[in-house]
């Protein structure tokens, strides 16, 4: 098993950043990958960042160049930045572990952003 502890979320003006953060714990030997989704009421949940164990990331279209991921392995802990936030970005992100083709999810912290 693996928990998953996010947090960092909050409400924010257009334009302004975020960092959220996802503790992780437990059998966390052998992730294979970490991500972040999204999801809006109403809507399926959305891939917006990963990172693999050996460090490459990827990014959902909307989000290329504004949001950062990132792993520190000491502190066990992925972090999303997030800049020149939108409205759009408004959503509860959730960290998800991958390990061993099962995937582990966090709790979900709630990021709104205002016009």
């Known amino acids: 098993q693996v928990q998953l502890v996010e947090s960092g979320g909050g409400l924010v003006q257009a334009g302004g950043s975020l960092r959220l953060s996802c503790a992780y714990s437990?059998?966390?030997?052998?992730?294979?990958?970490m991500s972040w989704y999204r999801q809006v009421p109403g809507k399926q949940r959305e891939l917006v960042a990963a990172i693999t164990v050996g460090g490459s990331s990827s990014y959902a279209d909307s989000v290329k160049g504004r949001f950062t991921i990132s792993r520190d392995n000491v502190k066990n802990t992925v972090y999303l930045q997030m800049n020149s936030l939108k409205p759009e970005d408004t959503a509860v992100y959730y960290c998800k572990a991958l390990r061993g083709g099962v995937g582990y999810w966090g709790q979900g912290t709630q990021v709104t952003v205002s016009s």
């Open positions: 437990g059998s966390i030997f052998s992730i294979n990958a």
